[in-house]
């Protein structure tokens, strides 16, 4: 083999690791986080019900509908609660570690959340 030949097969290897690691990670991070999660100063609560819903609760609603889609280091979230308007998904950051969940609210609005960094502890 010629040297070109021997670093296109490595460079070949080292993307298909790094998609199964990633795709791991994912499958990983969908099972962690199913679960009710409550906001560190106790004003959300998140009851992430299966790999595509979950439900919001605050002091002024209980049990707003939202639709998500996880992904390695990002969340979209997408509001489909009762008071639906033409509210399109945004995407935000997230870390889970542990019993925690950040979610980084501070690159765009997302209907029904405070533009800020939040962190949940899970129930």
Known sequence: M???RILGTVLI???ISLIGCEKYK????QEKILGTWVSLDKTDTLDIVDE???YKSTIV????HYDYE???DSIEVEYSGILEILVKPTKHKYSL???L???DFSNRNCYGFSNKETTYTKE
């Open 52 to 54: 595509r819903n979950f």
């Open 61 to 64: 609603m209980h049990y707003d």
């Open 2 to 4: 010629t040297g070109n």
């Open 101 to 103: 969940l950040t979610i």
């Open 97 to 99: 570690e542990g019993d």
């Open 26 to 29: 994912l499958s990983i991070n």
């Open 13 to 15: 290897l080292v993307t």
């Open 70 to 72: 996880l992904f390695v």
